[in-house]
């Protein structure tokens, strides 16, 4: 009976780790609206930091990646419904996130900051913001935070951030609530945001914004995905890739935290 038993085992295991995929090839889900990491460019291409860091991360794992364009709010969805099976678009390792998703570890850390006209001086607090109307990302962690904490505030809700930023500029709400080198590189380093600046310090909370920047993927590939993303975030942590693509983007650090 135990030899039987033990033989099942492990034919069992045999068989789980033969039906377990390779991941040769991978369809990354990314959004393709958030400059400087991921955007469209003039010839209808994606670009950004995390295009390129993605396309090196494949490189490191071997695997022939798909880039799948999906706006923000859907990425979880796409995700779920097999569509993808990945996300990789500046999605926040959040208590909440982790209750639907597995993330891979870290590759970036950036705090969230607060956007509005020059010489304003809000600061992002209930009451230096009352009485204001703050434009959010729908389905960001940015949302998440305005809601809670702005609670004198009308907070404006958006499909991407682009909408926000014409919102912001025509004068229809007076701030906007997002990741600080999103916004700088994706508004206040362009001419459109001229006459815009950061208002405020910068904003931590790890509990709703996460300790970083993680890959999103299925609980259910955790093991297997999660495992080939983790070593290919170390390797180019480690070979010094990451450091170099990030600084032709960033004049600041943005590596993920160490506890």
Request: charged share 25%; with cysteine.
């Amino acid at each position: 009976m135990k030899k039987t038993a033990l033989l099942t085992l492990a034919l069992a295991a045999s068989l789980a780790q033969a039906q377990a995929p390779e991941w040769k090839k991978l369809r990354i889900g990314v959004e393709g609206a958030y400059p400087p990491f991921s955007e469209i460019g003039p010839d209808g291409k994606l670009k950004g930091f995390e295009i390129e860091l993605v396309q090196a991360y494949c490189a490191e794992m071997k695997a022939q990646c798909t880039l799948v364009q999906q706006d923000f709010d859907g990425l979880i969805p796409a995700l779920q419904s097999r569509k993808v099976d990945a996300i990789f678009a500046s999605v926040s390792i959040t208590e909440e996130r982790q209750k639907v998703i597995a993330f891979s570890k870290p590759y970036y850390n950036t705090p969230a900051r607060l956007i509005a006209k020059t010489g304003a001086k809000l600061e992002p607090t209930a009451a230096g913001l009352k009485g204001k109307k703050i434009g959010v990302q729908r389905g960001t962690t940015h949302e998440t935070y305005a809601a809670k904490t702005f609670t004198q505030s009308e907070i404006v809700r958006y499909g991407s951030q682009d909408q926000v930023f014409l919102d912001l500029k025509s004068g229809r709400i007076d701030a906007t609530l997002m990741d600080s080198p999103a916004g700088d590189f994706g508004f206040l380093k362009k001419p459109e945001g001229k006459g815009f600046a950061f208002s405020g310090g910068p904003i931590n909370d790890d509990k709703i914004f996460g300790v970083g920047t993680g890959v999103g993927m299925r609980k259910a590939d955790e093991a297997t995905l999660g495992k080939k993303f983790n070593a290919a975030i170390d390797a180019l942590q480690a070979n010094g890739t990451f450091k170099k693509l990030a600084d032709r983007y960033f004049d600041y650090d943005i590596a993920p935290r160490t506890k």
